[in-house]
């Protein structure tokens, strides 16, 4: 399928590696002048021709300098991806989560992408542009992951429907993009979260790691790959989903079972 978004412009936030990086890639193929913005410029994304951005995007400073500095590189912005997210070793009991950690992922994970979206959109108006925001499968089914983040990906979410619905009768079309289990380095951690929990659990990481399809019950028994879901973004920014808007698509194997 052809995208048709040469020339197209975007920015790309939490672009230094995994589905943002993937992303980043997806869109220079296609032809699309891309901005990429990361607390840590990865090699990887200095390797694909994007224009990198270091900002610590969890700050309001941040994320002005991000859009001003894509304006001016860009000349405007027509396509967004709100991406950048995640959080330092996230709180599993909500007894021990303390405020600083509820503003902290609240500040990454939703404030972000709320500043991001409020300085990019009379570029998006003008160029009648689309965005896309990276939430997560947890949004839906929150229950024994971390609250904080699972709250703050899900007020992503219902920022994302009330976009649409405000800018959409002005040529802005705003999806949500909601991976499950995505094979990113966190899963090769050996100082990460994950591997904390698979001490706990009385396990190497690689074998926490190979079960964990297993434990949430995902239906095609394995993780997604970035570049899958970086292929879902790519097609939701294109003209191909003109009339795709509002909507949170899933992408996560088949371990949310609900309708």
Do not use: C
């Amino acid at each position: 399928m052809h995208l048709n978004l040469t020339a197209r412009t975007a920015v790309v936030t939490g672009a230094g590696k995994g589905i943002g990086l993937a992303t980043v890639q997806a869109l220079v193929r296609e032809g699309v002048r891309v901005v990429g913005a990361a607390r840590t410029i990865t090699p990887e994304l200095k390797e694909t021709g994007a224009h990198t951005v270091s900002v610590d995007l969890s700050t309001s400073e941040g994320v002005s300098e991000l859009i001003d500095t894509a304006l001016a590189e860009l000349g405007g912005i027509d396509l967004l991806v709100n991406n950048v997210g995640g959080g330092e070793d996230p709180t599993v009991g909500f007894l021990d989560v303390e405020d600083t950690e509820w503003t902290g992922m609240f500040g990454l994970n939703t404030l972000s992408a709320v500043r991001a979206t409020r300085a990019a959109l009379p570029s998006l108006i003008e160029r009648r542009g689309a965005i896309v925001n990276v939430s997560s499968a947890v949004a839906l089914i929150p229950g024994g992951f971390p609250p904080a983040y699972s709250a703050a990906k899900a007020a992503l979410t219902a920022i994302g429907k009330s976009l649409s619905e405000e800018f959409g009768p002005r040529g802005v079309r705003v999806n949500t993009v909601s991976p499950g289990l995505v094979n990113t380095s966190v899963y090769q951690d050996p100082d990460g979260t994950l591997s904390e929990w698979a001490a706990a659990a009385g396990m190497s990481l690689a074998e926490f790691v190979g079960q964990l399809a297993q434990a949430q019950n995902v239906t095609t028994g394995r993780m997604a790959e970035p570049e899958e879901v970086a292929a879902l973004i790519a097609f939701l920014l294109s003209d191909e989903a003109a009339n795709i808007t509002g909507a949170d698509h899933v992408i996560d194997g088949g371990t949310v079972k609900t309708v």
